[in-house]
């Protein structure tokens, strides 16, 4: 690899800002577009793969291969393609990657066994690899420092619209059809956006970075001119090319860091789609009432999560952005493990918490009792006891429904304390 310090200064008049904004969110969109291919090839497979193990009989070692086979696909891809991509250059792997899904997701129609599907799956997840590297460079070098961090944050959103969109639509395939081969057409339906971005990216122009990194500075102004309204100045003497490697990022300059960002992107990773890959089977074994409305419930709070993340990425700092959220999705992953049935045992629990609120309700009315307050005459406390008949029951019914009906006969006398009547001031209502 090669690397090149090019600084940008302002170009001529034809550097409409609004034309440059333009440009910036298409370059933004088409990247965005390819994320949504890479979640839709992704997001699929957890909808077919039952299907596909029954109509192809696939052993469970067969299915859990294929299952993770565009995850494979995706690391060998990132390594071996982005390293390509500085070699050839952006706009070609730019195109090439959406090429590889949509004849992929159409060969998904012919695969006749596991060896087969299993073989596609790879060469798409290395296809998604290769447009996560693609992507991200090629956002990150058209766009302004302003907005660079928003229209970055913006390709993890196209990500989960893809994903989410890919979920939705085989969820609608297996209700609408009882036909074993209708995980084909699921997951061949990620050549329809495929093809889309396809056309969409060309004449993307290629990188002015990459092309002053390859010596080629006059085609780089000339982008930069065009489409950015700037031109890029000359590299310092001494600073042109710098040569990298992949051994560099194991280098002690550099260990710590290649380590610390290996590691969290594979603690992030891996329990996503080891659940989200297997959902309806994972959803199942939790005791979900409907895996597949509780597929969807997951996707949706994921692209919440991606949309408040990029609100707010210009107001938070990077860091607390990236440690508070981890730690949350720590500490769920963490419960979910130790307490997988807690819906049910959590809402016993609440209501044994709650029991000693009567007592202390009824304690203080004896201390305002001994002050010199009197609940009145015994019409009174029977009027009373009417008007709480109804929370009374109430409770009976929850306590029914979650097994705990002695906690809730001994808090039903005393869920509304409503009044208390004083000796001189007429009738003195407290809340509850």
């Not at 006749?112 to 296809?127: I, K, N, T, Y």
């Not at 029991?355 to 009315?365: L, Y």
Request: with cysteine.
């Amino acid at each position: 690899m090669s690397a090149v310090h090019v600084h940008s200064v302002p170009g001529p008049a034809n550097g409409d800002p609004r034309r440059v904004r333009r440009f910036e969110t298409r370059i933004a969109v088409c990247a965005g577009g390819g994320e949504v291919c890479d979640g839709w090839v992704l997001g699929v497979v957890g909808a077919a793969l039952p299907l596909a193990r029954d109509d192809l009989r696939l052993s469970a070692l067969e299915t859990g291969l294929v299952g993770s086979a565009s995850l494979v696909g995706l690391f060998f891809g990132g390594l071996v393609f982005g390293w390509l991509t500085d070699k050839v250059g952006r706009q070609k792997m730019y195109l090439i990657d959406l090429l590889v899904f949509l004849v992929g997701s159409l060969l998904q129609l012919v695969v006749q066994d596991a060896a087969q599907l299993l073989l596609v799956r790879l060469v798409m997840g290395a296809a998604v690899g290769a447009d996560y590297a693609i992507a991200g460079a090629l956002v990150a070098e058209f766009a302004s420092p302003r907005r660079r961090g928003r229209l970055l944050a913006s390709l993890i959103v196209f990500w989960y619209v893809g994903y989410t969109l890919a979920t939705a639509f085989g969820i609608a395939m297996t209700s609408l059809t009882d036909d074993g081969s209708v995980w084909r057409w699921i997951l061949a339906s990620s050549a329809i956006p495929s093809l889309v971005v396809l056309l969409a990216r060309l004449g993307t122009p290629e990188s002015p970075s990459w092309l002053a990194s390859k010596g080629r500075v006059a085609e780089a102004e000339a982008i930069s001119e065009r489409w950015l309204g700037r031109k890029l100045a000359r590299p310092e003497t001494g600073t042109e090319q710098v040569k990298t490697s992949h051994r560099a990022l194991f280098s002690p300059p550099y260990l710590r860091r290649t380590l610390f960002t290996s590691l969290f992107w594979l603690c992030q990773v891996t329990p996503f789609f080891a659940i989200s890959t297997f959902a309806p089977q994972v959803l199942g074994l939790l005791g979900a009432p409907n895996d597949k409305i509780g597929e969807l419930l997951l996707n949706a709070f994921l692209l919440v999560g991606c949309l408040t993340g990029m609100a707010v990425i210009n107001r938070v700092s990077r860091r607390n952005l990236l440690i508070w959220p981890f730690g949350v999705t720590a500490g769920a992953l963490l419960a979910l493990g130790l307490w997988p049935h807690a819906p049910q045992g959590a809402v016993a629990r609440l209501l044994r918490r709650l029991r000693p609120v009567p007592c202390r309700i009824q304690r203080a009315s004896g201390r305002v009792s001994q002050r010199g307050v009197s609940y009145g005459d015994p019409g009174h406390r029977n009027r009373l006891r009417r008007r709480s008949e109804p929370y009374r029951s109430g409770f009976r019914h929850l306590s029914h429904s979650t097994g705990t009906s002695g906690v809730g006969r001994q808090r039903g006398h005393a869920v509304r304390l409503r009044a208390l009547r004083g000796r001189r001031a007429g009738v003195d209502r407290l809340g509850p």
